[in-house]
């Protein structure tokens, strides 16, 4: 053989162990696979450099952190996310999903960390109230899948006369709500509310109904990876540490309008394992003045 030969078979033998050796050393790593639609601020969303942001999306960013394990997050339609789980598609589910009884049956639930009822959105001189808005064969839309598709269904089933639609994702709904093809939204009180405040002259939030309904993370029914200990024990450092009540601070009471520049600003602390740093520096870019 050549040495021209030899050479390039050790060249190839060499990227061909290196390939393999990447690959193992990232399976060993981990990798759990979050489920998301991040169509729901402050939840989560994506913001203007095509991130995920929102609350749950750095909840769990900052518990993989603190737990030494690697997430990746996919955006699926919220209809889709038990199935993925139940599949072995995603891993976790973060996507302010209600703890219901039904959903008990087919996932696992971590305990329950953000407690929220429904908000009423109707276009601006509608004058719609939230008793009109939910009848009267008014166009209400909520999002596939969702507790606020249910309470619809079960307003409909007890003869009130709403006509239903149902989209993949609420930034539809919001968009025909704008446009006049629906009367009326439900969503998330925060959800609706950060809805309106993007909105502020065309849409409005004309009030609650109380649901007490609590968001857990969900996983795999019985928890075969043994995430949920992760979870459980993550969220306890992110309470200790302040983050969580940074984070509550930036995407509750902080300019939602900011999250592109404040996120960009903030990011590199998660780079660099700080979550203590970025949520604390969040908070303050985002409800700085
Ligand atoms: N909390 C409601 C539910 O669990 C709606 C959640 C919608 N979440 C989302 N990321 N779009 O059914």
Redesign the pocket.
């Known amino acids: 053989m050549g040495s021209k030969k030899v050479r390039l078979l050790g060249i190839l033998a060499l990227v061909v162990v290196m390939f393999l050796g990447w690959n193992i050393l990232s399976y060993g790593q981990n990798v759990y696979v979050v489920g998301?639609?991040a169509?729901?601020p402050p939840?989560?969303w994506v913001d203007g450099n095509g991130n995920y942001v929102g609350f749950d999306m750095d909840v769990i960013r900052s518990i993989a952190i603190l737990e030494g394990i690697k997430i990746n997050i996919k955006d699926i339609g919220?209809d889709a996310l038990v199935p993925a789980l139940k599949s072995g598609k995603i891993d976790i589910i973060a996507?302010?999903?209600?703890i219901t009884a039904e959903r008990a049956k087919v996932v696992s639930y971590s305990e329950p960390y953000w407690a929220s009822d429904f908000d009423i959105l109707v276009r601006k001189g509608s004058n719609l109230n939230v008793v009109t808005a939910l009848s009267q064969g008014h166009k209400v839309g909520a999002?596939t899948g969702?507790?606020?598709a249910d309470f619809l269904d079960n307003l409909k089933k007890s003869g009130i006369n709403v006509q239903i639609k149902l989209y993949e994702t609420?930034d539809l709904a919001i968009m025909d709500l704008l446009a006049g093809r629906i009367d009326t939204f439900i969503g998330?009180s925060p959800v609706s509310r950060a809805f309106a405040k993007s909105h502020p002259d065309k849409l409005v939030d004309i009030g609650v109904i109380h649901t007490g309904?609590n968001?857990g993370f969900a996983v795999k029914k019985g928890d075969p990876k043994g995430i949920l200990p992760l979870i459980k024990d993550g969220l306890s450092k992110l309470h200790s540490t302040g983050i969580w009540d940074n984070l509550v601070k930036a995407y509750f009471t902080g300019n939602l309008d900011k999250i592109t520049t404040s996120y960009a600003k903030c990011k590199h602390y998660f780079k660099s394992g700080d979550p203590v740093s970025y949520a604390a520096a969040l908070a303050s870019s985002m409800t700085e003045k």
């Open positions: 998301t639609s169509d729901y939840f989560e919220f996507a302010d999903m209600t999002q969702t507790t606020q609420n998330d309904e968001a």
